[in-house]
Structures are given as structure tokens and as C-alpha cells.
């Protein structure tokens, strides 16, 4: 049976084999998970679909290849012993015969925690517990979802590892230095970013805003809504709907740059920055934000999250985004500068939004009050749009938080 690459979704024509569970002349059963995928978004395992042994790897890990290429082969079960030895070496891939890749068997070594599925990962967040806190008894010491297991229960597994030499990744030296390796969902995310800044001129505003009658409408339904969702209310939904609602006075910031022309959209298709227990970032789209209730894109961030957290998101969920918003307020930052993500034109960073002190007017005179207030940052495209163009923009934004009832919008 010819192993070949998948389609990850109807956006993706091509992925990268980041890691093979199995080497030739293993035997492998078809519910065995035989290697993973990524793109620059999202991470996959893909099973064995076949019974057998593996006794051709054509890719190797780290190489790109269009869906459709032909990964490996798995034959009918027998003994790897009766595999000739020629089969136990990968060969070049096929899409570029130039190229000479490095024999798999001679890839150097990945830290543990780049090898974790997703089923592991969520285990071990959800228990408090780090990749560093358990042995692996798979393959290269990969740790398995019964490692975790077995330490949860104090049976951890004891299998014996070899001295790790101080210039290996990960080590501490002799002068206090460690080398962290970079795992593929940061190599991909630090190419983007290094790729946006050198496309856009980056420009960054920020606006100041009084959250007085978002917090009202919190307080009117938050005990009840946590109670029947299981999660908290929180300021992002409102701001996200804000957003939507001024993308249609101020279109422009609702669109990608191609060659010399900027294409505008009329869905609103919002990405979500989530963060993946400081592991890397995804945004995952809420498509059609626009027309969702405040309610409506909570439900839908709050999937979205879980779903990216578990591992479950596909390339397709994150594909044709107009416009980014990303939360870093929870961690108590004051502004952030966000990174546009291309090809779009904008993005608004939320900040933390807390009590303070401010000068408000009441019946013709100025008094000092205490309200929750927050900033909003939005870095633009200056080839897009002008610091006038974004300015009303979010000024309009602010508006809109500040003036509109949102206890009657959620009631």
C-alpha cells in the first residue's frame, strides 16, 4: 500500500512531514499513528490506515511536499528481517531529484516536547504537569499518553537515559546557557512574522476607552451566563463585536493587499489569536463575524480556543481571514504592538482593562470618576490605508463601545 500525503483541507495544497513514528522495517497496524503533518497553522497525526511493514520511507522529516505525493509503503505482514538491507534506507524525495536530503536515521535529534500529540499535550495541561516531569517509554524516549498515566497513578515509567551533553538543545552549560530548540509551529510562526515586517510599513494607534457599559452588561448576565456556558463573559466578545460593526462604516480596513490594488471584503471573517499554553500562537476565523450576537461570537471564540487547544483545529479553520484581533489583557499588558497578519492590512491588539481614575462631565461640570478602562491598539498597513483612515476607525470603535446599550444588546 503506497503512504500518501493528505489533503488537510480545501485551502492546502501542500504540507511538511514533521515527524515519522515508525522506521522501515517496522511492523505497523493500521490504527498506529505513522507520522505528522503541518502546515504553517495547524500540526496533524495521521494513522497507518493499513496492516502490515513499513519498508519504504520516500520523505524525509522537515521536507515539503504537495498533497498527493507519495510518502512511503507499507506491504502485507511479515518480518522486517526479511526486508532487504537497501529498503532500510530512505530515498530522495521524488518531486526534486537534485536534492540530497539527510537520511531520516541520520536527522538529529528533536526534543521530547516537539514530539508530543495533541491528546498528550492536553493531558498534561490539564493536569498541571510538564513534558519535563514524565519519562517517554516510545520511540527516542517520545512520551506516550500512558507515560502520563502511569506518573499520574506514581508508577511512572524508569527507563534509563544517556548523559546529555552540555551543547545539546536544551542543556544547561557550564556557563548557565541553554539552548531551547525551536519546535516547527514556532519556526513557521517566526517566518511569518519576520516576512510581515519586511512587507508592510507597519504603523501602530491606540485609543483610550471608558468600558463602563460593556462592564453593565457583563454584571446583568455574567453570573448566569458562566452558569449555563461553563466559562466567563468577557470583554472580548464586545470589543470583536465593535469591530465588526465599524469594519462596515470604514470597509477598507477589511481587506488583503495584492500586487499594487487592495482587495475589499464584505464578510468579515474575524481571526482570533489563541494562545496554545505558551507554545505558540494560532487565530482560528469566526467566519461571518458580523452577523453574530455578542453571545454568538463568545460560543464561537470559546470552541474555536478549545478546539486549538486539543489539537483539533484543521488548516480550513483558519483560512480567509479579513481581520485579526488579538487578546493579550489577561496577562495585564497596557498596549501592545501587534504584527499584521498578511495579507491583510490591520490588526487591534486588547489590552488589559482595568479601574482607574477619570475625568468625566456631568451636568456641565468636570468630575473624577472611577471606570474600567482599557486601550485598544491597532497596527495598520500605510500602504493600505492613512493614519487619518485608521484613526476614524477606531474612533468609531470606541463610539461604539462607549455609547451603544449593551445590556439590551445581550439581554
Request: aromatic share 4%; net charge negative.
Amino acid at each position: 500500500m503506497d503512504v500518501i500525503m493528505p489533503q488537510m483541507g480545501e485551502t492546502v495544497a501542500e504540507g511538511t512531514l514533521t515527524v515519522w513514528h515508525k522506521k522501515v522495517g517496522d511492523n505497523v497496524s493500521s490504527s498506529d499513528i505513522l507520522f505528522e503533518i503541518g502546515t504553517d497553522k495547524v500540526e496533524m497525526e495521521v494513522p497507518a490506515m493499513a496492516d502490515g511493514v513499513l519498508t519504504e520511507i520516500l520523505v524525509a522529516e522537515g521536507d515539503t511536499v504537495a498533497v498527493g505525493t507519495k510518502l512511503a509503503v507499507i506491504e502485507g505482514t511479515g518480518e522486517a528481517a526479511a526486508l532487504s538491507p537497501d529498503a532500510f534506507e530512505p530515498e530522495a524525495p521524488k518531486a526534486d531529484p537534485a536534492a540530497t536530503p539527510v537520511p531520516v536515521a541520520e536527522r538529529p535529534e528533536r526534543d521530547r516536547s516537539m514530539k508530543l500529540s495533541p491528546v498528550v499535550r492536553k493531558l498534561l495541561a490539564e493536569n498541571n504537569l510538564s513534558h519535563t516531569d514524565v519519562t517517554g517509554t516510545g520511540r527516542d524516549g517520545r512520551i506516550k499518553r500512558g507515560d502520563v498515566l502511569d506518573y499520574m497513578k506514581g508508577g511512572a515509567a524508569t527507563v534509563p537515559t544517556a548523559p546529555v551533553p552540555a551543547e545539546a538543545p536544551g542543556a544547561v552549560s557550564a556557563e548557565g546557557i541553554t539552548v531551547v530548540p525551536f519546535s516547527y509551529r514556532r519556526k513557521m510562526t517566526a517566518e511569518h512574522m519576520v516576512r510581515s515586517k519586511a512587507t508592510s510599513p507597519h504603523v501602530l494607534q491606540a485609543v483610550e476607552v471608558d468600558f463602563s457599559g460593556v462592564n453593565k452588561a457583563r454584571q446583568a448576565i455574567g453570573a448566569d451566563w458562566k452558569r449555563q456556558e461553563g466559562y466567563s463573559l468577557t470583554f472580548l466578545s464586545f470589543i470583536a463585536k465593535a469591530v465588526c460593526t465599524a469594519i462596515k462604516d470604514f470597509p477598507h480596513i477589511n481587506g488583503h493587499i495584492e500586487k499594487d490594488h487592495l482587495v475589499v471584503f464584505d464578510r468579515v471573517n474575524l481571526a482570533i489569536a489563541v494562545d496554545l499554553n505558551f507554545e505558540g500562537l494560532v487565530a482560528p476565523v469566526i467566519r461571518d463575524a458580523d452577523l453574530k450576537t455578542v453571545t454568538e461570537i463568545a460560543r464561537a471564540t470559546n470552541e474555536l480556543a478549545r478546539r486549538a487547544r486539543a489539537g483539533e483545529l484543521t488548516p480550513d479553520d483558519m483560512a480567509n481571514a479579513t481581520y485579526t484581533i488579538s487578546n493579550n489583557g489577561s496577562f495585564g499588558t497596557l498596549i501592545t504592538a501587534p504584527i499584521i497578519n498578511q495579507p491583510q492590512v490591520a490588526i487591534l491588539s486588547t489590552d488589559s482593562i482595568t479601574k482607574r481614575p477619570m475625568v468625566i462631565e456631568q451636568d456641565g461640570e468636570d468630575l473624577i470618576a472611577i471606570r474600567p478602562v482599557g486601550i485598544l491598539s491597532q497596527s495598520f498597513d500605510h500602504r493600505a490605508i492613512d493614519g487619518s483612515y485608521s484613526g476614524a476607525f477606531m474612533r468609531r470603535v470606541k463610539e461604539i463601545l462607549e455609547g451603544k446599550n449593551w445590556v439590551e444588546s445581550v439581554s
